[in-house]
């Protein structure tokens, strides 16, 4: 019986497909895909492969892509569009992006590999606006012009270098979440130039660098010459990298001659050291433009199936896909030798050692090593030692979780949303994990399953704070002020010391026109953090308007309006002169509090006189409060009419306001919160949920 029939009659039973789909369950689902066949450069690496030019390529139709395979989409939980060849020369290449963007499930962006040049405005926008990629990655392979022609023969380099520019700009525009990365295949003739490489990369905005080896040569061993130069070189990109802030990463586990394992007497796999990684976390599929799919292992010659004429739910249970997992379990070294997924793990037992510890217990093991370079910082091999625990566990759903921590920590949110996405589809109705992927899907842009998955915690657990507090986030986003600080309020009974959500609501009450409430919120953060410089400029703020007492030199809390109007007499003068002098030196040593501080008492002292408010305005519009500047020059302008200083203040202050769009939203209907202090409210639940920490297996974060 053929494939085909296999595929269309298959004898199986529900007991049968539902344990395949279990042993599915957990794997990421990674779709790798070309539409075309065809590459408008012919690079060095790439051999003797002949470029199809526009007249010659073969192109998937476009009908057949709309038809049958863009569904595809909708099971998978990565993607990457182009392989081996350009997706920019697909000539439906927008059309087909757009086409992705309304299958694919919430939350999962894929990343796009090319050598950048094509990026026409058309492209460009198509492929930030479309939303479905959380990583660009352009073909960089040198950082002089001379080098780089030479490798990617038909490229420009100065044109390639200006149409990243172009991508990098347009996404900042758009506020995307989109990152822009740098691909470098190490080879002899351009490893020196990778340190440089990064430079390049600051250069143009781009956000990390990536590298891989050459295949087939070098993924296997190298001498032990081009081995140390390969270790020098990528040492000083590293120390680079993490001087400008780029972040690095790669294919860097070379092996020296004499390193290949060897086979058995029997024919056996030598099983010291090595074993096959791939499938243990992910399912690599890859899709050409006749619509065949393959997986990249040396095992599974061809194809398995075809996404034209089958859909891929059926493909991922059928017997031939089943039998390649199999074959995974046990590989062979001569065949799997040269290959990047056979490594060496510490999983894998000696022919006389004790048994091997069962896959959990070598899971706590890299999570022990994982919590220490945690500890003392280095957050990236935290990463790799959790990703070795997942590849003994990956059904461990707090390895998962502490994984999405990290990489939130990171600034990498697309890929904590993965992590934290399939904590929630091992241990689904987890009030925590749906926390943490609620805030790695606010930070991707992803609202509405941030929405949703809040919305989902909240019925499970109505009073959680941390869930409470996230959702007046997504609320004060969106400006709605008046529902934050419902939320906000809410909150605040399970969790009353929490000075972001102090601050937050305390700024919806200010929106709203509620400054009575506001001055209380802030109040309440400087009593838990006296230096803290938010809730200080907020309560100077409402001082000038009335709330809350003037910030003076530690006298009485009298406001200015206290001070009854008086007249300047000689000795007023004279003091108000030393106070002048005093403020003059205490700006020339930077000391602003000082000078603040007098400029306060001037005015206490001369209500009625426009130059002390004229120079502490001025003061205030040096610390870049618009607010109190503005009021200051106000007030100057009351008693001067004709105040010359007062009134380019005033419209320096109008300028910087409508820059900084400073705009008070108000509402008719202010919302009074608490009168007393809630810390006196008995606490419903205090578990405070930081998005970046590393937990232990089966403990979620405290």
Sequence with gaps: MSITQLLEHPPKTDSVLERRRQRLKGLRIQLNFDLTDGCNLNCVMCGNVPNRTRANQHVMPIELFQKNLVSAFGLVQDFSYGCYFEPTMTPYFPEALAAISGQLQPGVR?????????????NIKAIVDSDIFHRVRVSIDAASEELFDRIRKGARFNRVIANIKN??????????????????????????????????????????????????GDCGPIDK????????????????????????????????EGDMPQTAPNGAPQPAAYACEFSKRWLLLTLNPRGEVTIPCRHAAGTFGNLASTPLDQLLVSDRLTNLLDRFDAPIAEVCGPCIYYRPLPAAKSANAAPAPSPQTLAARFFKQADQAYARGDLPGACEFLEQGLLNDPQSAPLHVCLGNIR????????????????????????????????????????????????????LANANPAALQLMGHLRFDKQLYAQAALQYCAALPGDADNLTLLSHLGKCQFELGDLASARWAFQRALELDPANAGAKDAMLVLSTRGFGPVIHDGGSSETAESNPANSLTPAMQNLLSHTQDFCGDRLDHEDYAAAWQALCRAT?????????????????????????????????????????????????????????????????????????????SRPL??????????????????
């Design 225 to 256: 010459a081009y081995y140390d130069r390969l270790a020098h070189y990528v040492a000083e990109a590293k120390a680079r990298a993490k001087d400008l802030g780029i972040a690095y990463g790669g294919q860097d586990d070379y092996r020296l």
């Design 685 to 702: 639940r205090r578990d405070r949920v930081p998005v970046c920490a590393v937990q232990q297996p089966g403990a979620m974060v405290e």
């Design 604 to 680: 206490r002292l001369a209500p009625n006189h426009a130059d002390t408010f004229v120079f502490r305005g001025q003061l205030a519009l040096f610390l870049n409060k618009i607010e109190i500047a503005q009021n200051d020059f106000a007030r100057a302008l009351t008693i001067d009419s004709k105040h010359a200083a007062a009134k380019d203040g005033l419209a320096r202050c109008r300028v910087l306001a409508l820059a900084a769009n400073r705009l008070t939203h108000t509402h008719p209907e202010p919302i009074l919160c608490y009168e007393t202090n809630p810390s006196d």
């Design 110 to 122: 894929g990343s796009m590999t090319t050598n950048g040049t094509l990026f026409t405005d058309a």
């Design 167 to 216: 991508l990098v700009a347009y996404a900042r525009e758009q506020n995307s979440v989109l990152k822009v990365e740098f691909n470098f295949t190490k080879m002899r003739g351009n490893i020196h130039e990778l340190p440089a490489v990064i430079s390049l990369a600051k250069d143009c905005g781009a956000d990390s660098v990536t590298t891989h080896k050459l295949a087939p």
């Design 408 to 459: 939130f920590q990171l600034n990498d949110s697309p890929a904590a949303l993965q992590e934290f996405r399939r904590a929630d589809h091992i241990t689904p109705r987890n009030v925590d994990v749906l926390i943490r992927l609620a805030a790695a899907a606010r930070q991707c842009g992803e609202t509405q399953l941030a929405e949703q998955t809040l919305e989902q915690a909240l019925q």
